[in-house]
Structure formats: structure tokens, C-alpha cells
């Protein structure tokens, strides 16, 4: 009986091993694109060992109030002589995890609804939708900014505030995603051959959901470094002595024409993480689309 | 048409409800406790209890509930504990500068929107300059924009002012509240150039953010349309390029963007929030920011009902909007 | 053989090859006064992500006034390239790079101002494409569609009316999907004879060229054959030549002057209809020929045409079809033939020979290995399959599927505010038998019920009422998808497919990679193939892989959905081949569903043919196609093109009624040629013998 037989190791090797396989996914970039990516990476690892590196504390004062940047502080003193520079690296440190953290709740809240909804389908699709809908129709931020207010300005209550809020995006792109996984011949496929849910979920289903939601958080990072910037600009956040962009920034407001350094820096600082998670998210979309 | 029109109302009412469940239960279920709060830290414990009575935090929340409905349907907020005004006093006065600002933004991020999303996509060479400029946009937090807006334009240039809606001058009280129409009812120039100068900053800075998300939309939308048959259709057809970009692209790609446009009032929302606040822009925006500084928890409330429903209806309003548009979705929906 | 061409050629081979040197670029042969079109060496390159695709390779070709030139060729050809070029609409984001010349109305279409181009395309050009209700901008009214390119509103709705478009004045103002599919591509033919005239309101003019890309692929038979006839009227009275980009050889037939064949980016030959049909003269036309599946119930050739065509990316120096023709010589290989007396071929066959349609090139694959598979057929012995084929041949075994009476509606409209529920009756009383290791084939237009008949016979649907009984014993029967692409897991390999399928079906672990290699090798795939993603298959690559899949599960039974629609005729024949040869060597038995007439002849025993839900004839394949009593089946087999020039002569007119609400009468009737009596309007006829057919007519004697 003649068969094509195949080494076993011709089998495991066929993947090419994770770090190859994303050089070659990075090849296909954009240069642009592709320093993001790397900047990215090494952003996240640098903002990790940030505590390690730190020049000057961040709540103690270091030297006279208010002044401009120098050699010795690269970002200047602030008004109460504090190191703008320490405080802006911790500051984009809480900002980026902060936004990790949410997104991450997104996914898995909004994923398990949506595939529950999207394989389900009938009535608790109906039901399900329905409440996602009346979240997203409802104004997030605003009710954010209620909910804070009653629970006391704290980065923990406003993040999880802004989690409740959030979920409901991954909702509704994981049911849309799994909705047309579904409407697929190859589930029918699947199921004609014998699959149980369990199985069609895990292989037939999900790995179908992956690329869209990948490219919805890499975009949804910028997005939501800047709305978290924003409540803490209004006072929604840690409060005083704690270093936060949005509110370094906003009580720099009152020195923008003595000490400009102040509340530039800190918005400077979002700026790039936003501007990074952009390109990122960008550079992550192109991949999937081609 | 008409059922679809129908069950989006049913909808809208649906939410509505939802809505002012919310904020009931932020108001009522959260720890914040009002009645202290009007009472003042040093009220004793007799008088707190016998306040609540009076006020009915004692009912069951089915009673208040429907009590706090009836009363919002009344306009009735109840009373700021900041200004010991009437909380529907002081949205019906400070809507309208903010109705001003936001909607001067909205128009601008429209339009903005809109030639970013064309240049970015059609561009051609100069697209990718398009496309920088939007991702810079888009990763700039709005009190970022501000801040540079006010150090390049007024600290630097001298061109536009940096706060408030007017400069110092005697003005009529006009039918609107709106500087810019009431200034050219009035046929006040100095007013309404006075007025226009100190919207623009403000009103730009509002709309970066709602305008790149847009743009972005428009330019994904426009690229998938283009690439459609029924525009080959329409080259095939030897018209002009413009016409077909216009006539055969921008319509089709108009139906996301709108989606999209409706769902940026929210943006608009929040970021008018923090735009007032560094322009001292005397609004709706300005009175939150105040009012969340100083715990005045009815007036939060009452903000938060007033935009959630001008959100809630805005949105409503594109999609019906857009079914009318659509004769697609017309046939599917109607 | 007496044919051999290179035999003859042999005497002169230095001289042939010689002329391939020297005469790279000869002028086609005149054909009479100037041509309305005129293409010159034209070289197209397209860049790809993955290189640059040459997709035209030197095309010369000449359009006379009046003359319908059919431009044949397989996916991947280069004809949809030709006529977007002669369209001045190649694809921009591939960022083509042309060279020769393309002339139309005296402009060049690669080098014109764009002033210059947009106005031969609104004076000179029209252009019909594929999907007619892709074509359309679903949120412009057709009126406003059909007098953009300057045509007035009265000469929009005298055009409607030519192209057979009833209710003219009111469609102007309707929106392409308000519109059936036969209705849009007749809109798209009369925006396409529009034209920018003089002055005047209704100043009647015409395009001198149309150029129709696949314009009837889209479309049912019935109405496909409508609209190809339609093209040769109104040739005929506005006298605009007509350039017809298609892969169907018989559709080229039916109306087209002259025929051009396109291979690999070069004619490779080009001459009268009639003469390239009966005797074709490159090797790869009478290859194509061969492969056409046809309604006269002769077994075409299997594999007329091994292997595929080249990379486009890299194409052989030589003559692009070397690697695949039985004639091949070296001088072949060594710079491509260039197109002389209408054939691109340096030893042509003899004119007038066509009689070597048996003769089979060297087989190109192992012999077929005969394996058994799944839990019913699970030990490797050769003797299971031939106890199915003794079952199959005494008639005792028990049927592989048997529907008794299905029937399935579906509501539409369910549960709005004020609007009364509607039914669409999809499937009515069907009743079907297919016999273990038997072949059925159902036959019928789009929205006659076939798909819903055969998801209710795979278990996907249960029937509203009547039963649905498979044979005891074997696993479930499978489905064949149409679209093989989409039925696959896109994340998962070919092999991961099939191993899957013999995991639920018990098989031990150890032995599950081994069988399913032997099934992939048996279906036709190597190693290499089994180990990609469906997306970096061919289109016959994923149907065996389907066909692998569906055959691990062990089935008694494979139900076949269009099975090769979407193949091109020599990756069909072959897929077809494929099919038959599993039913015999494994017992299977095949129900296929399928609107290609020609695909039911070839497999089916028995065929049934299906309208508005209802079988209206069913009997022996043989009987059926050669007496065929139903007068619907009467027209849809006149519908169905042949290489007979000339020969298509539809009966049936319109398209099919919807099949929503209650059914009166005799579906039918409202296209039927026949004299209708009172009975067929109020009585829905039933199945009677008619010979050795059944049929359901009241016309009947």
C-alpha cells in the first residue's frame, strides 16, 4: 500500500518557532509600523523596571520650586520643588498598566458574553444584546464620572468604573465576530462530522474571534489612555501627592505662563504612549488585514 | 419605515428608563449620603434622621424610585448644594454656552472629519501626511491640545484669547444666550468678532478628538467603497474622477461615518468638560467640574441625566437618520 | 494516429523555429475596415505582495465594427486583464505597468490624457460586468445610473425597454435591489449601450464597443441563455461589436464570430468561431474542448489536461503551455511562438483533425490506490467496497437515503407589527430515492429548493413533515460543500481536518495520521498540500480536501453541493473523475445537487429535476436528457450552451415566480411554452409515469 508517510519531525516542524515567526510577521511592516511595534515592547519592559531607575522621588521635594528644565532635572522642578522627570515615568507607568488592566477586563467580560451570545443565539443572544446595547447607548464617561464622584475620587474607583463601562465594545465585536464564524460552512461541517460544542468552540470558533479583537484592544489603548488622562485631569483619579499625568497636568495649569514645564511635560508624556499604541495599533491592523 | 421608526423610539424609551435606573442607583445605593451632606458634618444624629424622614430616604426604593421619576419628568432636580439654587435653574443657564461651544465643535469636527478622511484616503502622495496627522491628533489628550493651543495662539502669537466667552464690554441680554447669533441679532460687530474669537480655540480643541475618529472611519469606509464594483461601474462610465469619489465613493461610505458621528457626541460630552474647565468657559462644563470638587452630588446627577439624554436621542436621531438615507436598509428595516 | 503534428512539422522544424526568432511581433491578419479596437503587443504587469504577476505577456488582437470576439480562457488567464486594460480600469492599487499600444476610437488607452480616455468611454465603450447587483450603486436610482454617462431619460427608457426590461418608466425610479437577478444584468447591458451623443433629447447613439466580462456567470441557466442571445440583438441593431470575456467555451459558441484563446498572458490562438470549435488547432484549445462537459452523454475525457497552468509570476521562456502538452518539443522551450495564421503554436495540429479525443497523454499520477476508511469500512480489505458494488448490483441492499413526502417552509416576516405572516414554501412533497452506491443527481435553478432537499437530507434541517431515513449501520451521509473554501476551518490545515473527522469517529490514535494521509493521498493530495491552509489551496485543491474530510467519517452516502461550480472545465472533469471513481472503488453513493447540466448527466444514474420547490421530472439520466417530457426540462436543456455555433435557441422566457405564499396550479405556468388549459392554473399537477420518466404536467399524454 503505497503512502506518503511523514517524518515526525517534518510535522512539529512545520511551526516555525514563536520569536522567527514574529520577525517574519514584522518584515512585512511598515519601517514606521515596525518601530512601533518595537517600541512597544520596549516601552513596556522600560516602564517595568521604571521604579528601579528612578532619578528622585516622586513626592518629596528635591530642590527650589519652579524651575526650568536643566541638566540635572531633565523636565525641571515643579511648584512644590518636586522632580517633574520622576514624577512624569511613574505617572506613564500607572497610565500604561492602568490601560492593560481594563482592556484585559474588556476582553474577557466582553468575550464570554459574546461568544456565549453568538453560539447560544435565540433568546439569551436577545437578552444578552440587549443589555450591551443599553450600556453602549448610555454615555460612558459620564456615568464614569457620576459613579466616581459618588465613590470618592481613587485610580482604583475610577478604573473600576471605566471597566464597566468598557466591556461592552469587546461584547459586541466578539458576538459579531463569532455570529459570522457561525453563519460559516465549516461549522456545519463540523457539526455534520460529529463535534461536540465544547470542540467547535475551542477550535472551530474562537481562534476565529482572535484577530479582531487583537486589532480592536491594540487600537483601544490609545483610546483609553487618553479618556483615563481625562478623568484624572478632573479630578477623578489618586488623589494629591500621588503622580498621574492627567492631574500633574491640570494643577500645573495655574504655572503654564511661569513654569510651562509643569503641565506640558505630564501631557507630553500621555501624548507618547498614546501616539506609540497608535502606530502599534495601526501597524497590528495591516498585519491581520493582509 | 414607519415600524422601524416606531421600535426605535420603543428603544429610546427603553434606554431612557435604563438610564435614569442608573443614575438612581448611583444616587441612592452609593455611599455618598446627601442629607449629611446639605446638614453639614455637625448635625446631630436627631436631626439627620428626622431630615431624611422628611425628605423620604426612609421609603422603599420602588417609592423613591418612582418619586425621582416623577420628579425629573417635572423638571424638578432638586436643589445644588453649592449655589442653593434649583439644580434645573442652573443647567437651563449654563446649557447655553455650552450648547454654543459644543455644537460650534461638532460642526467643526464634521467638517474636519470628513476632509481628513478624504484626504487621507485619495490623496496620494500627501496621504500619508494625512494619515500622521490624524494619528497625532488622535494620540493628543485634549487638555494636551489645549495647553499647546493656548501657549502658541495667545502666550506666543497674541491672536485669539485664552479664556472666557467675551472680552470686558456692556452687552443686551439676547433671545438665545448664544453670543454669536444674539450678537448679530443685535447688530453688534464688536460683539459677535468678540464672541467668534474666543469660540474658536475652545471650539477647535473640542473637536480634534471627535473629528481624527472620523476621519479614520471615513477614510477605512472610503478605501472599501472604492474598491467596490459599482464604482468600476461608474469609471466605466468615463466620468470624472471627483464624480466618482463624490457621487459614487463619499455617499456609500457616508453610512459608518455617521454611525460613527453619533457615537462621537459622547466624546464631545466628557472632552467639553475638560476644555471648559482650562478655558473658563462658564458651562455645563465648568458647573461639573465644580460640582464634583465639592461633592454637590444633585447637580452631578442632574448633568449626568441631561447629557445622557441628549446623547441617548442624538443617537437615536443618526440612526433613524440614517435608514432614511439608505435605501437598503430601508427595505430591510421597514 | 495519423496526426501527429510534430511528425509533419518534423521536416521543417529548423524553418518554424526560425520564424519564432526572427517575426516576434506580426500584424494580425486584416479583418476588413479599421477596427473599432486594436490591441498591439500589449505586456501587463500587476504587483502583488507576493511579486510581480505578469499577467498579459504580448496580446495582439483586433476588433472590427459589428463583430462579437468571445475571449476564452481559465481563471487566471489574463481575459478579465485584457478587458479592464481596454477599459483604461486596471486595478490601481496593484500599481500595473503596460507597454504596446491599446487603441480605441483612436485614443490609446494606456498613454491617452484621462480627458482623452473618459471620453471614449462615454462615447465609444460600454462594459458589463459579472455581478450585476455588485455592478450597481445600490443607493442611486437606475434612472440616474443610466443617464450618467449622457444619455437622455428617454433614450434610458427606450433602452430599458430594447433589453427587455418590462415596466420601463417604473424601474427608472427603482434601486438595483428592488430588481431580480436577469432584470439587473439586463439594466447593466442597457446603462452599457447608452452613450454621450449630440445635442439633442433623444439623440439616439450606441457605443461602437462592449466589453462584457463574464456577463452571465452570475445568472440561472435559463436567464444566462436569454441574455447571451440578448448581446447578439443588440449587435445586430445599434451594429456595436462586442468583446465577451468568458471561460464557458459553449457560451462563446452561441454568438461570438470569432473566438480568441488565452493562456498563461498570450493568445495562443485566434480565429473564426466555427473553425476554432471544430477544429482547433493549439494543442490547449483542443484540450479545453475536450474538457467541456457535455449534454450528449459521451464521457468526456477525464483528465484531458494534466497538471496547471503556470506560475504567473514566473513564466517559462518558451511557449507558457509546454509543460502540460503532449506535442511538446524542445524548440518549445525556447522562446514562446508567436501568433501565425491564428495559432500561437509552433507545430499545430493538421486543420480539420478532431478525431483523437480518446487518445490519453502519458498518466501523470500513480495508479489510484485502493483504500477503505471510516467505521463502516474500517479494515483495510478490498473485498467491503466490492461487497457494496455485489449490494448495488442485485438491488437488495438497503437505499442509502430515502425521502419520503419532505417538505420545509420557512417564515418570512415573523412577528412584526402589521404585516401577516408569510411562508416561503422552499421544499414541497419531495420524494427521493437514492440506492446504496447509487448516483442521484438533482437538477435546478437558483431558489427551486435543491439546497434546503439536500440539507434536510444531511441532517442539517429537519423537514416540516415527511421522513428522512439513511441507511442503518453507516455513519451519517456527508456533505460535499459548494463553497469547499468556506467549509473548511480557516486556521486549520488539511490534515488537521481530517484527523479530526477520524477522531470522532473512534478511530485509535496511532493509526489516525496514517489513514489520513492515505485518504488525502488517495483524493489526489501530496504531502505538501496537506500540511497548508485551505486560503493557500487551489480551488480543486480544497474540494478533494473536502471530499477527504466528508470520506473519513465513513459515510454510505456523499451528498454533493455544486460540486464544481466554481472550478474551471479542466479542474472539473477532473474533480468529476475524482467523484465516480470513489463510488466505485468504496461503494459510496452520490446525490448531487447541482444547477450544471451537463455535471448531472456525467454522474448521476438517475436524475431529478426541481422547480419551485416541487420535482417536476425525475427518471434514468439517459432517458431523461435525450426524452425529456416536462416542457420546463424540455427548455432548460435548450438553454444549455454547446460548441455548435449558432445552436442556442431558449424556449423559456422569464425567470422564476417567488416561491412565497400559497401555490396555486401548476407552478410553471407562468413561463410555460405550452398551451396552458384552466386545470394548470388551478390544479397542482402530480407525478406520473411518463415513459420510463415521471413527470408533473396536465399536458401530458
Redesign the interface.
Known sequence: MASITLERGGLLGRRLPVAGRATAALRRLGWLERTAVILFVVITVALVLVPLVLPHSTTRAVAAPLQGPSGAHLMGIDEQGRDVLSRVLTGMRTSWFSAFGVIASGVIIGGLIGLAAGMIGGWVDALLMRIT??FL???????V???V????PSLRNTLIAVMVVWWPFYARIVRAEVRSVMSRPHIEAARMGGAGWLTIARRHVLPGTFGSVLVTASLDV?AL???L??LS????GSPAPAPEL?AM??RG?TY??TG?WV??FP??G??IL??I???CG?GVRDLMEL | MA?FI?RRVA?LV??LI??SL??FV??TV???DPVRASLGANASPELVEQKREELGYNDPLTVQYARFVGNVVQGDLSTSLRTKRPVTDDLARFARPTFELAGCAALLALVLGLGLGVWSALGGRTASVARLVM??A???????VA??G??LFY?RLGWLPASGRLDRMTIQTGPTGLYTIDSLLHGNWAWFSSAVKHLILPAFCLAV?PAVAIGRVLRGALLDVL????V??????????RTVVL??GL??ALQPTLSMAGLQV??L???V??VE??FAWPGLGLY??Q???Q?D?PA??G??LV??VA??VI?ALVDIGQVI????LR?KKA | MTDNPAAGADTIPGDAVAVALTDAAPPPAPTGPSPVASVRDLHVDLHARDGVVHALRGVDLDIAPGEVVALVGESGSGKSILGATL?G?LPR?ARPSCHGTVVVDGVDMLTGT?GE???????S???V?Q?PL???????RLGRQLT??GASPTVARRRLQEVGVPEAERRLRQ?P??LSGGLRQRV?IA?AITA?GGDADDADVAPQLVIADEPTTALDVSVQAQIVLLFDRLRREHGCAVLLVTHDLGVAASIADRIAVLYAGRLCEVGPAAEVLASPRHPYTKALLDARLTLDGARADADPLPGSPPDPRHPPQGCGFADRCRYVQPGCLEAPPPLRDGVACLFPLALGDNTDRSAHPAAAEDTPVRISVGRTLADHEPGAADAADAATADGSAEPALVLERVSKAFDLRKG???SARLKLNAVVDVSLTVPAGGAVALVGESGCGKTTTLRMATGLLRPDSGSVTWAAGAARPQLVFQDAGASLTPWMNVLDHVVERLRFVGVPKGERMERAMALLQRVGLDGRAALAKPRALSGGQRQRAVIARALASGPSLLVCDEPVSALDATLAARVLGLLEELREELGVALLVVTHDLAAARRLGDDVAVMYLGRIIEHGPADELFERPRHPYTQGLLAAVPTTEPGRLAPTLAGEPPSPVGEQRGCAFVSRCPLAVTERCELEVPVLRPAGPNHAACHLLR
Do not use: C
Open positions: 446595547d443599553v447607548s448610555l454615555p460612558g464617561p459620564l456615568l464620572l457620576a459613579v464622584s459618588a465613590l470618592g490609545s489612555l487618553i479618556t488622562a481625562g485631569f478632573l479630578g477623578l492627567g497636568s491640570a495649569l503654564l505662563f510651562w503641565p506640558v501631557a507630553i500621555v501624548f498614546a501616539f499604541a497608535n502606530l495601526d | 415600524t416606531l428603544s427603553g434606554v435604563v438610564l442608573a443614575v448611583i444616587q452609593l455611599p455618598a494619528l497625532g488622535a494620540s493628543a489628550p485634549t487638555f494636551f495647553i499647546v493656548i501657549l502666550r478628538g474598491r467596490l464594483d459599482h468600476r461601474t461608474a469609471r466605466s462610465k468615463g466620468l470624472r474622477e457621487r459614487h455617499r456609500n459622547g466624546l460630552l466628557t472632552g468638560v475638560v474647565l482650562v461639573t467640574t460640582a464634583i470638587q461633592a452630588f452631578v446627577i448633568i449626568v447629557m445622557g446623547y441617548v443617537n438615507a439608505d435605501p437598503r427595505a | 477599459l480600469l492599487t484621462h480616455q473618459r471620453r471614449v468611454l462615454r462615447r465603450l460600454g462594459a460586468f455581478d455588485q455592478s450597481l450603486n445600490p443607493t442611486m450618467e454617462k434601486f435591489h428592488e447593466m446603462m454621450e412584526r407589527i402589521g
